[in-house]
Nanobody
Framework: QVQLVESGGGLVHPGGSLKLSCTAY????????MSWYRQAPGKDRELVAE????????DYVDQVKGRFTISRDNTKNTLYLQMNSLKPEDTALYYC??????????WGQGTQVTVSS
């Protein structure tokens, strides 16, 4: 069965860190660009970070530049998001997505990140 499974979310104080993981089952992520999105209550889902197939190229939304790092381990079929210096406005449900030209798009079910004192 094809699926993406996120993990690593939780409750953290402002200034803290979390590392999210997204593991793929049923397909090889090496053939896909991978992305992290997030959706806060009452807001649209937004792209947070993206990484190329081989991991050489990355891109981030301005609000997380310098704080978040996207990476991937194709041998483990897993995508990561290291989040440092977390702020209350980072609170959201975080999703991973796999996509590529001519390939189907897959979404995970999401993992909740809450930043609160």
């Amino acid at each position: 069965q094809v699926q993406l499974v996120e993990s690593g979310g939780g409750l953290v104080h402002p200034g803290g860190s979390l590392k999210l993981s997204c593991t793929a089952y049923g397909f090889a992520i090496s053939r896909y660009r991978m992305s992290w999105y997030r959706q806060a209550p009452g807001k649209d889902r937004e792209l947070v970070a993206e990484i190329s197939n081989g991991g050489v190229s990355t891109d981030y939304v301005d609000q997380v530049k310098g704080r978040f790092t996207i990476s991937r381990d194709n041998t483990k079929n897993t995508l990561y998001l290291q989040m440092n210096s977390l702020k209350p406005e980072d609170t959201a449900l975080y999703y991973c997505k796999s996509h590529g030209a001519g390939r189907p798009t897959y979404w995970g079910q999401g993992t909740q990140v809450t930043v609160s004192s």
